[in-house]
């Protein structure tokens, strides 16, 4: 068995195809008639914009028009003054055309290579593409052809440009393997958007098999099987029966208000960590974003985003959502979130040291910068603010203190911004969740983090195998706390929100449910899935399930009884 990175869920049973590194070959010479030169760049220009156009429509239909605006930003690239007057320089000089688009886009790619955000890496790989293809039409070779494609194919290649994604007949593609290329790339985008199973990173797959050989492959677990015999391929075609009809019935539920069995309507909204995820969040039908991760904005860089940076971000996900709520958790970095450039302490313990609220209070400058940032997004969208990690009332007050501080900063620049925004805190701490009540007077809302929540419970590191039998949702002590909180924010009249992976978790829906709670917030892939769930249970089973689940003392047991109940419901679906 290989392994690879499942990047779009499905199972795939096929022949391969390997698709080979697009070479171009070409000889640089040194030319007299520069205008000539000058028009054939043109005309390759016109020809590339006339194509890629046909292909980002194909894509718009059978993907959607975030995945078609990838190859038109491909245009944009190309009709940007700069690379093109760069190129038609180096022609003017007496270079060929060939070699000067050549010259001119590897110097922007590695620019944009050396950056270390997966986003600027990402239009690196776009100006690759764009540029193998320009080159092409130079040459009068046109694109690469995977429109005609044998039923049931698996494609296996080093990577795949969106252009070559957009250009096959996806009908006949039964999986995507690559070797490169990693969850945000837009072969994985496109693949998530068409419904194809994707692994990429499958490290040396291309050494291994050959054209025709049959596979079987999972998307979700990044499973990869060569030459299977019967009984394996027995065992896949079975699983893609399963997941085939559970997403058949999940689909269902797209577009749909999220109801309980008894017509309560409650919200199922998403978790998110950048930009991209915003249509993540779309394309997964959430109901909003209900816990923006910010810290990922400076992580995996050398320098903190601009504020204007931080701001489009906001922005971006105000304006997508339209109306719905975004919810922007300010820095929760420490921990095990290290951001080496903006000098956290080495600490013995840095779950328990400076991190997220903590780390903000002793940088007020980085604090009340991010809250100028999200304020002046809320002109934009119905955007809230929650702060991570509070232990101590003095905590919310003082980000209480500094976001008026950042109102007054704007009001005397002139900025528009809501003046009511809404500040909830994250209850992740058993000091947060004792004080429940205390807090739920100065808080305009709650979101439980359970992921913290637990490992601050039981005193577990979320993180240490170790001591992961401790780690878990089903503990009698974290369904207490759960349950106190809630109960704590109905009794203040805020709403309450839980956004850690137990929001996620079918089993626990009917608890959750019990327990009084109305916003559920999740992954993207995970909406439907809880949509559905929620949809199973009336009030009164909620609580039948759930008074039992609090009469019993260990883990394993409410798990084991909570598998049991869910596997009664008349939709339940294993795969
Ligand atoms: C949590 O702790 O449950 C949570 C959502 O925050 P994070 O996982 O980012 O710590
Ligand atoms: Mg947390």
Request: aromatic content about 6%.
């Amino acid at each position: 068995m290989i392994k690879g990175n499942g990047a779009s869920g499905g199972i795939g049973i096929g022949h391969i195809l390997l698709v080979k590194e697009q070479k171009v070959v070409f000889e640089r010479h040194r030319v007299r008639d520069v205008e000539k030169e000058l028009s054939k760049l043109r005309r390759a220009v016109e020809e590339f914009v006339c194509t890629t156009e046909a292909l980002a429509q194909k894509l718009e239909d059978e993907a959607g028009a975030a995945e078609a605006a990838i190859l038109r930003g491909h245009i944009l690239i190309l009709k940007d003054p700069v690379l093109t007057g760069e190129i038609e320089k180096l022609i003017r000089s007496g270079e060929c055309a060939e070699a000067a688009v050549e010259q001119i886009c590897n110097m922007f790619i590695s620019v944009f290579s050396a950056r270390s955000d997966e986003l600027t890496q990402q239009r690196a790989a776009d100006l690759e593409d764009l540029k193998i293809r320009l080159i092409r039409h130079l040459l009068g070779m046109g694109d690469v052809r995977l429109s005609a494609l044998p039923p049931q194919t698996i494609i296996v290649a080093k990577e795949l440009t969106p252009s070559m994604t957009a250009a096959m007949d996806k009908k006949n593609v039964a999986g995507f393997i690559t070797e490169q290329g990693g969850e945000t790339s837009h072969c994985a985008i496109i693949a998530r958007a068409c419904e194809i199973p994707a692994i990429l990173g499958a490290e040396g797959i291309l050494r291994l098999v050959h054209n025709e050989q049959m596979a079987v492959m999972d998307g979700s677990t990044g499973e990869i099987i060569l030459s299977p015999d019967e009984a394996v391929r027995n065992a896949f075609l079975e699983k893609k029966q399963q997941y085939d009809r559970r997403m058949e019935l999940l689909k269902t539920y797209r577009g749909q208000p999220t109801l309980d069995a008894d017509g309560r309507q409650l919200s199922v909204l998403c978790n998110i960590g950048n930009v991209e995820d915003i249509d993540k969040a779309i394309n997964g039908d959430g109901e909003g974003i209900g816990l923006f991760r910010t810290e990922f904005l400076y992580m995996d860089r050398k320098k903190s985003p601009s504020e204007t940076e931080q701001f489009e971000a906001y922005r971006a996900a105000a304006l997508k959502m339209a109306g719905k709520p975004v919810v922007i958790r300010t820095l929760d970095i420490g921990g095990d979130k290290d951001v080496p450039y903006m000098e956290l302490k080495e600490e013995d313990n840095p779950f328990l040291g400076q991190r997220a609220v903590r780390y903000c209070m002793m940088h007020p400058d980085i604090l009340r910068q991010q809250l100028r940032t999200i304020l002046k997004a809320s002109a934009f969208g119905d955007v809230r603010i929650m702060v991570p990690m509070i232990a101590d009332m003095t905590e919310l007050r003082f980000v209480r203190k500094a976001l008026e501080e950042a109102k007054q900063e704007l009001r005397e620049s002139g900025e528009t911004f809501n003046e009511e925004i809404l500040l909830g805190v994250m209850i992740e701490t058993p000091s947060a969740c004792l004080i429940a009540d205390l807090l739920a007077k100065e808080a305009d809302f709650f979101s439980i983090g359970t992921n913290d929540l637990i490992q601050y419970t039981m005193a577990a590191d979320r993180g240490n195998a170790d001591v992961s039998y401790l780690y878990s949702v089903f503990k009698p002590s974290v369904l207490r706390a759960i349950r106190h909180v809630i109960r704590c924010a109905e009794a203040a009249g805020i709403p309450v929100e839980l956004c850690g992976e137990a929001a996620a978790n079918p089993l626990m829906t009917p608890v959750l449910l019990s327990f009084g709670l109305k916003l559920f917030s999740v992954s993207p892939s995970s909406v439907l899935t809880i949509r559905k769930e929620i949809s199973q249970y009336t009030r009164g089973e909620a609580d039948r399930i759930t008074a039992a689940v609090m009469e019993m003392t260990d883990s394993d047991s409410i798990k084991d009884f909570l598998c049991k109940e869910s596997s009664k419901s008349a939709y339940h679906n294993p795969v």
